[in-house]
């Protein structure tokens, strides 16, 4: 049985450059048993490590219905994920996990679904979002909202193309400073009400991204009608060990990294004032 606690040596396969500081990184492992055996749920996370420099947690972007690799888009914003940004196809890191709760799936299905994404925020919900799109016909309409700061820094520009094809679907993207032939809307993520409609009536919204733009995407769901159970959210926390033993993740009784990172919004309001920013 595969320990939790060990991290697993995984090889680079392919490196795709989504902006100028973020790399998705496809890695197979090094050990067949344990690549058969790495069983995951959409919007669980991994602890990447470097031996020698260091570890941290980072979300598993790639898709459970997708067997035979793991992807992690990764942006360069410390030692660690330096270091990893140096890393060509054929070298390795080390994986272990999986940990963490998952996005809803069987209850979601029959819904019509909104995603709801800003800058790195979007790695996340593309587990699900794939998923979602491998089973198309067992979900409702699906609207895909994604705002980044420049249209460099817009991550899977190719998937949100494919995405915006498949039918019953919509892929809006805005960006706060727009380049020459920027064709898309200009402004923060929350400017797309003005763009789109966005109703609640048998409806999930799924949201990631820097605490402050959930923030107000929250303040326009609660407009539009949602429900706090009807939010589903991520935190960001530092999950250093992953098995809610550190203690750094810690919420009034909650820990980050075995109870989360999703919750629902009325789950968050139940945590501790000071904590919620939301």
Request: proline content about 5%; some cysteine; aromatic content about 10%.
């Amino acid at each position: 049985m595969k320990n939790e606690y060990i991290p697993y040596k995984a090889v680079i396969s392919s490196i795709q450059k989504e902006s100028f500081d973020t790399n998705t990184y496809k890695v197979v492992f090094d050990d067949e048993k344990i690549g058969n055996s790495f069983d995951y749920k959409q919007g669980q996370f991994a602890e990447i490590s470097l031996l020698g420099i260091g570890e941290a947690p980072i979300s598993i972007t790639s898709t459970p219905s997708r067997k035979g690799f793991l992807e992690f888009s990764i942006r360069a914003a410390g030692n660690l994920t330096d270091k990893i940004h140096e890393l060509k196809v054929g070298d390795s890191l080390f994986v272990r996990g999986p940990y963490g709760n998952s996005f809803p799936y069987d209850e979601i299905k029959g819904k019509n679904l909104y995603f709801i994404a800003g800058g790195i925020g979007l790695p996340p919900l593309r587990s699900l979002i794939n998923m979602v799109m491998d089973n198309r016909k067992d979900f409702g309409h699906v609207k895909i909202l994604y705002g980044a700061k420049t249209p460099d820094e817009v991550c899977f520009k190719g998937e949100l193309a494919e995405w915006k094809k498949v039918p019953d679907s919509e892929v809006w993207i805005t960006v706060d400073k727009p380049c020459d032939g920027w064709g898309c809307s200009v402004g923060v993520v929350t400017e797309l009400w003005k763009e789109t409609e966005v109703h609640s009536e048998n409806a999930v919204a799924f949201v990631c991204g820097p605490p402050i733009m959930i923030k107000f995407v929250l303040m326009e769901l609660e407009k539009s009608g949602f429900k706090d159970r009807d939010i589903v959210m991520t935190l960001e926390r530092y999950m250093k060990c992953g098995v809610g033993k550190c203690g750094h993740c810690n919420i009034g009784e909650k820990f980050v990294c075995i109870d989360g990172p999703v919750f629902t919004r009325h789950e968050v309001k139940a945590m501790p004032r000071q904590e919620n920013v939301f």
